[in-house]
């Protein structure tokens, strides 16, 4: 990680450590290329987590896939089961169509917010 808590930059997708609240700024473009280096940072996040939810601020994500969102589903899944909550900041609007479509906006542990 660097001074300004970024854990992940390769061009294409960077990652950052936030605190407060604890999660992770994400900017740019989850895909198959990038879709590792999600896992690891979200990986990462739970034993970070203070119990007040772990939030994901992806309003600089550009595009995000199917596979990169199920990464953060998992996660709220994991989550869920222990009563702690994910919540995704700013989601496109594409990402929201997707978790409409295939059942996940209502699942327990996930939160999903505009700003």
Known sequence: MTADGTTYDDGVLRIVSTTDPAGLRLAGE????????????????????????????LSGVAFCDAAGLHAMVRLADRMGQDGQAVVLHAPSAALRVMLRIVGWEDLPGLVVVDR
């Open 30 to 57: 989850i895909d198959e290329s990038t879709y590792h280096a999600l896992v690891t940072a979200l990986s990462r996040l739970t034993a970070v987590d203070g119990g007040e939810g772990l939030h994901l601020d």
